[in-house]
């Protein structure tokens, strides 16, 4: 009795309407066969299951997943065959999710087969791949990678003449989803053995197919086999499909050569050679669809190693980027930012002052804020190899005037990048130049400009020491506590409250003591609770004996204040430190 | 040496255009004779019922012909299946639509099913792609498991592609790559992958800034049979623009346009007739075919100033034009298409008649009338529209819509398609 229960349990649940309580038994598979053992799940649970794939995709999904991990519920790796019927209807089903789960449970489980259930997986395969229906067809071509790298070496060439029908399949998914194994293929293949006649044949028909959706995959396979094979081998044979490419009629094919020039560059080696891919990706750069353009350009970083070839390359290369600034799509002008400071390494200091630096001052005056935004990100990357003296005669004017912009998305992305300015550049020149700017942000009319500018300040602190805090900015921003608009005097406190962690005790005792006193007695209820606050920040930096002379007073008084929220936060404070 | 009927359609296929065209223009049909062989629908002669739930409301033949798919104006979707060959059987029947409230313009979204397409490649369950104004949906129809005992093909909706059109859809086109997809509203062209649901590229967009200023709309569109980066799309100026996928990534710039300024009628109507109510590929590729109000012109693709034929069925409605104009009946949208061997084109007309044409030789007409209701006997009735039809790929079947009823007329000499 104990022992048919569990089939015949699920067998049940397994016919229930409700999909969830299907779903469920499904997810219980793992306690089900632990439970029978080894054996029952091999001669009762598993045909079972076989019997019962027709149902929802939710539940197949499922049950793909399970399966996956079914190795030692089935007796371990040399079981693991069994679990191949079921997941091969699984693998062909309609629903591609589905067919995706099982593909993947069973390239989980391809880690461990052994050479039994290798065999039997060989043959799965070729039935999939020889179906009469199409959907196990493309999964079949997913799989070749494995089946190929795991075959006996016998067994290599007629596989490969099997992959060789699937890429030539009249059904355009399975063609596809054949032409994107092939670098996953290629990746498994070792330099000197490969079929490479045959490979490179695939690789050259289907570069020059009609169905865009194939051509597309092209240029990363092409990619794939050339790492593989060397510069030499590329050059001979994959040089003349590469730049092909990159003139693609279909604009898609042409993004893809943009964006993937620095490994086409690479896999051709030979200077000239690189020259040539050079200035096909540099025409791109100016391609009619702005697509194109925008993928080049995001790819100009890759061009780094490049410019060290000759001057007049660099030459060509430079005033290639500097006209893109004037590109009337602003995804492209968005896109160069990032990509052109990746260059800067490359430059050096000299190179980065004289060709960059227009650049960038161009872009951050453009009109479109995107522009702007982008620039501002990602100057982290060009500040390291300018020095200070650059930064304060170029950038200073411009990141001071992107803190005053009307846009507050720019102002913020200003204020988040003054604490790396800081870091960069040292005391002095921050109490010269930013200090000021720094005051003036603390009372933007945008609340999360405040708060940003407040954990800007804490981490500055956190570089230029307690001293520095203590004695030149934290008098520097006190004024505030006088403000006449309430939303200054809080935005004080809850800066002081950010900064309280990197501040000596002393001065917590002896300079903050009267500011904070007199806002206690602020009109503005809010005030007075940020005045709680900060002190129950206080308390962690006081001894007790400190804080309790000092500040629990203040506290008391504030719990017996007129308005209720202001009562509650004093509590909280009193009780954080009792 | 001339094509016919009885011509391998693979070999046709295999032809360029010119020669195509050359033995096209030199075969000589006998006329045809077609039969009458099944009628599938309500029929419901002693009803009174005015209402219009049951009529159908678009039609599509799949790639194979195997099965025959009618939407109707309530929503429901009928899959027919071809049991032998002159037999269609009822496979399977469901609610594709319901009807819904939008809440942002407080109307009502209707449940009329816009347009059925076939998915191009089959696999061992049948999928069908239908739409009402707004949503888009991907049905697969499940067969029957030999080992199961409970069989009843059913189906069963995958995908849901919705928010993608903010004005009414009007045709559905599927990519012969497989993989891709567009839909068409007044004014746009999505496109869409057909495994993903959430995303659409929108890549055709006539609206104008002002949308006082707006002069023309989309009417229909179709993907190429072959080619998986050219498509038509047809707007009420009587137009048709090709774009090509590969040129960019928004094909508002056609790379074609084909219109037919010396064909134009003149007169006051000549707007409204004008306006092509469908527009199709030729199954070999090389021909275009499109209907306005009263013809139906066969296009090459090569020359885009002037069509190759102009097939004139409906002349007798041109002293009609005025009382057709009162009644709304001059903004009828017929449907065309072309015979699975690209040498013949169909398209329907009032009081249940229906033309089928050679499309390369003027003036071979066969006139065809749908089983009449015996009480519109002798008028002419508008109601009674042949508005959807649709041709078997592969043999000489046509299937003709009307009101609630469907018809299935077959070639008397039929033979199967021997490629």
């Given amino acids: 009795m104990d022992k048919l229960a569990p089939v015949a349990l699920l067998m049940d649940e397994l016919k229930n309407d409700d999909i969830q309580l299907r779903l469920n038994s499904i997810r219980n598979l793992p306690r089900i066969a632990s439970g029978m053992g080894e054996e029952r799940t091999q001669q009762e649970l598993l045909p079972f299951i076989q019997d019962s794939l027709q149902d929802e995709d939710e539940v197949l999904f499922a049950l793909a997943e399970e399966l996956g991990k079914f190795t030692d519920f089935v007796g371990g790796p040399s079981f693991v065959h069994l679990l191949f019927p079921a997941l091969e209807v699984l693998a062909g089903v309609e629903e591609s999710f589905v067919r995706d789960k099982a593909i993947q449970s069973l390239t989980s489980l391809s880690a461990h087969f052994t050479d039994k259930v290798l065999d039997e997986f060989l043959k799965m395969w070729k039935r999939l791949a020889t179906s009469e229906w199409f959907q196990p067809r493309t999964s079949a071509c997913c799989l070749f990678h494995i089946a190929y790298n795991q075959a006996p070496l016998n067994a290599k060439p007629e596989l490969l003449s099997v992959y060789k029908a699937l890429a030539a399949d009249t059904v355009p998914m399975v063609k596809r989803s054949a032409f994107a194994d092939f670098k996953l293929f290629v990746g498994t293949l070792m330099k000197d053995t490969p079929p490479i006649t045959e490979v490179l044949a695939i690789l050259q028909t289907l570069s020059k197919d009609d169905l865009d959706t ?187 005037s992107l803190a005053e912009d009307r846009q507050w998305r720019v102002r913020i992305s200003a204020t988040l990048y003054i604490p790396l300015l800081a870091q960069q550049l040292g005391v002095e020149f921050f109490n010269k130049q930013l200090l000021g700017l720094s005051h003036q942000l603390l009372t933007d009319c945008v609340a999360t400009i405040r708060a940003a500018l407040g954990k800007s300040l804490a981490e500055i602190t956190g570089f230029f020491g307690a001293e520095w805090a203590q004695q030149v900015l934290i008098p520097k921003i006190m004024d505030l506590s006088h403000h006449n608009n309430y939303l200054y005097r809080i935005t004080l406190l809850q800066t002081l409250a950010l900064l309280v962690p990197s501040l000596e005790p002393d001065f917590i005792e002896n300079s903050l003591i009267s500011p904070i006193f007199s806002m206690s007695k602020d009109p503005v209820a809010n005030v007075r609770i940020n005045v709680c606050k900060v002190v129950a920040a206080f308390s962690k930096k006081l001894s007790n004996r400190s804080y309790a002379s000092l500040y629990q007073p203040l506290l008391s008084e504030l719990q017996r204040d007129s308005d209720h929220d202001v009562q509650y936060f004093a509590t909280q404070a009193l009780l954080d430190h009792p | 040496l001339f094509l016919t009927k009885n011509t391998p359609r693979a070999w046709i296929m295999s032809l360029g255009p010119d020669e195509f065209l050359a033995r096209a223009n030199g075969s000589h049909e006998s006329t045809q004779q077609w039969e009458f062989s099944q009628m599938f629908g309500e029929d419901d002669e002693t009803s009174q019922d005015e209402s219009t739930d049951n009529w159908i409301s678009s039609l599509s033949f799949d790639s194979t012909g195997a099965y025959l798919a009618v939407g109707y104006n309530c929503g429901q979707v009928v899959v027919l299946y071809q049991e032998d060959e002159h037999t269609y059987q009822l496979c399977c029947e469901f609610k594709s639509h319901n009807s819904e409230f939008d809440c942002l313009t407080s109307t009502e979204i209707e449940e009329k099913i816009n347009a059925i397409e076939w998915y191009p490649f089959s696999g061992k369950n049948p999928q069908l792609m239908t739409c009402n104004d707004k949503t888009i ?94 498509f038509v799309y047809a707007t009420s100026k009587g137009i048709m623009r090709m774009g090509d996928l590969r040129d960019s990534s928004l094909c508002d710039r056609p790379c074609k346009e084909f219109s037919d300024p010396a064909g134009a009628m003149g007169g006051f109507f000549e707007e409204l007739v004008a306006t092509i109510s469908d527009c199709k590929f030729s199954p070999n590729g090389h021909f275009l075919l499109s ?76 006139q065809l009338t749908l089983k009449a209701n015996d009480s519109t006997w002798g008028q002419f009735d508008t109601s009674n529209k042949a508005l959807h039809l649709d041709w078997h790929p592969k043999q000489d079947i046509i299937s003709v819509g009307a009101k609630d009823c469907g018809y299935i007329y077959v070639r008397k000499d039929n033979v199967e398609d021997e490629s």
């Fill in chain 1, 214 to 400: 194939v051509r597309l995959l092209a240029v990363e396979n092409a990619v794939a086999l050339g790492t593989l094979m060397g510069t030499e081998f590329s050059n001979q044979h994959l040089k003349p499909l590469l730049l092909g490419f990159s003139a693609d009629k279909s604009w898609r094919v042409r993004y893809m050569f943009g964006s993937k020039i620095g490994e086409i560059i690479s896999i051709l080696g030979k200077n000239q050679v690189q020259a040539e891919a050079l200035s096909q990706f540099l025409r791109l750069l100016k391609d009619p669809e702005a697509e194109v353009r925008v993928a080049s350009t995001s790819a100009i970083s890759a061009l780094g190693p490049t410019l060290n070839l000759d001057a007049g390359i660099a030459k060509t290369i430079i005033s290639a980027i500097r006209s893109i600034t004037g590109d009337e799509s602003y995804h492209v002008r968005e896109a160069l930012a990032p990509s052109v400071f990746g260059l800067a390494s490359f430059l050096g200091k000299e190179g980065t002052t004289e060709h960059i630096l227009p650049i960038l001052s161009t872009l951050l005056k453009d009109e479109e804020q995107e522009v702007r935004h982008s620039v501002v990100s990602h100057l982290g990357k060009v500040v390291s190899i300018l020095g200070v003296e650059e930064l304060s005669q170029h950038l200073l004017p411009i990141i001071i």
């Fill in chain 2, 137 to 230: 949906k991907l049905f697969r129809v499940a067969m029957p498991n030999s080992d199961h005992d409970s069989g009843f093909p059913n189906a069963r909706p995958r995908r849901v592609f919705q928010g993608g059109h903010a004005f009414n859809i009007n045709s559905l086109a599927f990519n012969s790559d497989g993989e891709t997809f567009i839909s068409t509203d007044d004014l746009t062209i999505n496109l869409w992958n057909v495994e993903i649901a959430s995303e659409a590229f929108n890549i055709v967009n006539i609206k104008p800034d002002n949308m006082e200023t707006l002069q023309e709309v989309i009417t229909r569109s179709d993907f190429h049979p072959t080619s998986c980066n050219l």
């Fill in chain 2, 291 to 366: 209907r306005d109000y009263l013809s139906m012109k066969v296009w090459d693709l090569r020359k885009v100033n002037e069509p190759v034929q102009r097939i004139k069925f409906h002349e007798h409605l041109i002293p009609k034009l005025c009382d057709l104009y009162e009644s709304d009946n001059i903004f009828d949208k017929f449907g065309c298409c072309w015979s699975g061997n690209s040498l013949q084109v169909m398209s329907g007309s009032y009081n249940g008649d229906f033309y089928i044409c050679d499309a390369f030789q003027p003036g071979n007409i066969t």
